[in-house]
């Protein structure tokens, strides 16, 4: 019964992968990194003063940036798509549970994702390691960050796919993911009242970006902060993950 | 014939809003009662909106009505017990347009529990006939819609479901795709599956049908053996509810 239940979940997850090897939105991704990466390795070995900092933060901001988008418009047609076109019908009316329908989905984008990661992720890690001679340690804990980030990122979209349409899903997580990331500024900046906190602590809260300023700024960063970050991100992940999965226990289709 | 009740719904009452923004609800499903016997063939009429799809929807668990109750070989209707029991044919072809005939075949019969089924496939011949004469190595995207309807007919036939589900399967088909469609359809009822098919045609219904039930704003108008009603009797009735509507 087990193993029947792991065996649709990976053949849905493994529909989310095959779709995703035949969307041009992924090798638009990797193209766009691929030549982004090299032209800054490129400039930044005539440039010396590029080599460290620089090449670290525009690199895995790219990634950042390339992976958000590609997470936000992959997530939404993906599944905007199969209630629209009713191949969503096809796998519930039969043996596929709505769970199993839905962990299989959500591991399939994230495992799309962090192939597309990893791929263009071990370039910047080639490229930064052939311009200062040395593997930094730093950029292997932000493909990781970024990686579980992901994780955070396709949960929200899911729980916002299964709500609203494909449009305003998109505005609606834009507008969380900026208004997530002006409170994590403040948190930093200036410290916050109560209620700037408790909106911080429910709002999906989006770390990457303090790890990478942390890098960008050459500051220590010790391996408490390396476990909050993922136990956090983790966490978030997890409880947006069992709110969908409750959203979508209810949903009429 | 067994007395087993394939189909049980009692009461079944649905109404949905006209505009997210509005609190008024209008009611799809009335006080909707059928029962279906297993081995039962029984098509569904009725204009747009009469209902049909939105029943049926509630059959499969995918519509959850606001009151009455649904069962499925006595088991909650989209419970796993009573989806092991199934299959479903929608009016729109699933489409994996990357994928070959046996490719699409194998991908989904992976996805259905071999529980509850018996190991000696009796559809196993009528699936070889239905996709017998579509290429084998060429992807979806080349076939013609008759072929991916028969394509989806196999795959809804696949681990010997005992009660299947047509959605206004013969749409859009030329007329030898609709006769291939009735004769699959007859075949299934020469093995004993119960077969319950929501259609715009009478033909269709008359044809492919031991009984015919014809729904009209979200209530039985009729509920008859097809020997006992004719061609005329049913576009009579269907002229009637017409004349209502307008």
Not at chain 1, 44 to 52: D, G, R, T
Not at chain 1, 157 to 166: E, R
Not at chain 2, 159 to 168: A, G, Q, S, T, V
Request: hydrophobic share 50%; proline share 2%; with cysteine.
């Amino acid at each position: 019964m087990r193993g029947e239940c792991m065996r649709a979940i990976w053949q849905i997850s493994r529909d989310v992968l095959l779709e995703a090897r035949r969307n041009q939105l992924f090798l638009l991704t990797l193209g766009l990194s691929f030549t982004l990466i090299l032209l800054f390795t490129a400039v930044s070995h005539v440039e010396e003063s590029l080599k460290n900092r620089l090449f670290s933060e525009i690199s895995m901001t790219l990634l950042w940036l390339m992976h958000f988008i590609l997470a936000i418009f992959f997530v939404t047609e993906s599944l905007y798509t199969d209630v629209k076109d009713k191949s969503i019908y096809f796998y519930l009316v039969r043996n596929v549970s709505r769970q199993q329908y839905l962990v299989g989905k959500y591991l399939g984008f994230l495992t799309a994702i962090t192939v597309s990661i990893l791929v263009s992720g071990l370039t910047v890690l080639l490229c930064s390691t052939w311009l200062n001679s040395t593997l930094d340690v730093k950029l292997v804990w932000g493909l990781v960050f970024l990686i579980w980030e992901m994780a955070l990122i396709v949960s929200v979209l899911t729980l916002l796919s299964f709500m609203f349409s494909k449009l305003i899903t998109v505005f609606l997580f834009l507008f969380l993911f900026f208004f997530a990331s002006l409170l994590e500024y403040l948190s930093i900046d200036s410290g916050m009242n109560g209620l700037l906190s408790g909106l911080l602590f429910l709002a999906p809260n989006f770390k990457y970006y303090s790890y990478m300023e942390m890098i960008v700024h050459a500051k220590a960063i010790s391996s408490k902060y390396i476990v909050f970050l993922l136990g956090y991100t983790g966490c978030m992940s997890l409880f947006y993950l069992i709110a969908t999965s409750l959203q979508f226990r209810s949903r009429e289709l | 014939m067994s007395s087993e009740i394939a189909i049980f719904a009692s009461q079944v009452k649905k109404s949905f809003r006209k505009n997210p923004r509005h609190k008024e609800k209008f009611p799809v499903l009335n006080n909707l009662s059928l029962s279906v016997t297993k081995s039962q063939s029984i098509a569904i009429l009725g204009p747009n909106g009469a209902g049909k799809t939105t029943f049926m929807k509630a059959l499969l668990g995918l519509v959850f009505p606001d009151s009455g109750q649904i069962q499925i070989f006595s088991h909650p209707a989209g419970s796993q017990m009573a989806r092991q029991r199934l299959g479903f044919l929608s009016e729109l072809p699933l489409i994996l347009d990357f994928l070959s005939r046996q490719s699409f075949l194998n991908h989904f019969a992976s996805l259905i529990s071999d529980a509850g089924h018996s190991k000696d496939n009796t559809l196993d011949t009528l699936i070889q006939d239905l996709i017998g004469n579509i290429p084998i190595d060429l992807p979806m995207s080349s076939y013609s819609k008759g072929m991916m309807q028969r394509l989806n007919f196999a795959r809804v036939l696949q681990k010997d479901p005992e009660l299947i589900f047509l959605d206004e399967p013969a749409t859009g088909l030329d007329p030898i795709g609709q006769l291939n469609i009735v004769r699959i359809v007859n075949r299934l009822r020469e093995l004993g599956r119960t077969i319950y098919v929501n259609t715009h045609s009478i033909d269709f219904a008359l044809e492919a049908a031991d009984r015919v039930v014809v729904l009209h704003q979200g209530r039985i108008v009729t509920d008859q053996m097809c020997k006992d009603i004719s061609r005329s009797e049913l576009e009579n009735l269907f002229l009637g509810l017409d004349s209502i509507r307008s």
